[in-house]
């Protein structure tokens, strides 16, 4: 199975700024997603991350605020802008091939004052 | 579309007792179902999936979960937990041949007591 690495694995992050968060895969993956997580809640997917095209957003969200890269099969960023108190969450980064499960990343857990 | 219900938010129990959270879906089409667990500060780590085959699955930790299609179920047990066990739980129901991303449920948080 795909190992996940994400990072960084928290942040604390001033009102107004913008983050960047990465994750890496072990292995070529077909498909790669990112969820938010808020406190005590279940997983909300963002947007499916394409390979050489732009990202698939979910109702809700959009590119502007939740700009998405896949540059290769192994490598993705979320970047969070311009970020506001309702931004602080628990950002997970999943990767997998169809008709299987997905893998996760530890998450981000960032907190905007 | 797909929904997931995690009927129990909360789930306390004693060590060495027997656990049930439960977990049920719907779905317009044949479906696959995964459990999962995030234990603080980690990620999400799939703990056993249904595909295919036999309607009863299990983890190498001693969990199972059993589909029934019927009561459009997917509950998970376990005979005799661990305060290891102490974790979130995520149900997730995807649809076969379908865009495959996972829908998931609330969470059920099992607190295992010494």
């Known amino acids: 199975s795909a190992v996940i690495s994400q990072k960084p694995s928290r942040d604390i992050c001033q009102r107004g700024t913008s983050l960047t968060i990465q994750c890496q895969v072990d292995?070529?993956?077909?498909?790669m997603f990112w969820y938010r997580q808020q406190p005590g809640q279940s997983l909300t997917l963002i947007a499916t991350?394409?390979?050489?095209?732009?990202?698939?957003?979910e109702s809700g969200f959009v590119i502007d605020k939740f700009p998405i890269s896949r540059p290769n099969l192994t490598f993705s960023t979320l970047t969070v802008s311009n970020m506001s108190p309702e931004d602080s969450s628990i950002y997970l980064c999943?990767?997998?091939?169809?008709?299987?499960?997905?893998?996760f990343g530890d998450g981000t857990r960032l907190s905007i004052l | 579309a797909q929904s997931v219900t995690q009927l129990d938010s909360q789930v306390p129990v004693f060590e060495e007792a027997p656990v049930e959270l439960r977990c049920n879906y719907s779905?317009?089409?044949?479906?696959?179902l995964f459990w999962y667990v995030q234990y603080p500060n980690q990620g999400l780590q799939l703990l056993l999936k249904y595909l295919s085959g036999s309607t009863l699955v299990e983890s190498i930790n001693g969990f199972e979960a059993e589909f029934n299609k019927s009561q459009t179920s997917f509950h998970l047990r376990k005979p005799s937990v661990h305060i290891s066990d102490t974790a979130e739980y995520f149900c997730a129901v995807s649809d076969r041949g379908g865009s495959y991303i996972p829908t998931f449920g609330r969470g059920t948080s099992l607190i295992v007591h010494p």
């Open positions: 292995s070529q993956v077909t498909m």
């Open positions: 779905s317009s089409v044949s479906v696959y």
């Open positions: 991350a394409n390979q050489g095209s732009e990202a698939t957003y």
């Open positions: 999943s990767a997998g091939e169809s008709n299987q499960p997905q893998h």
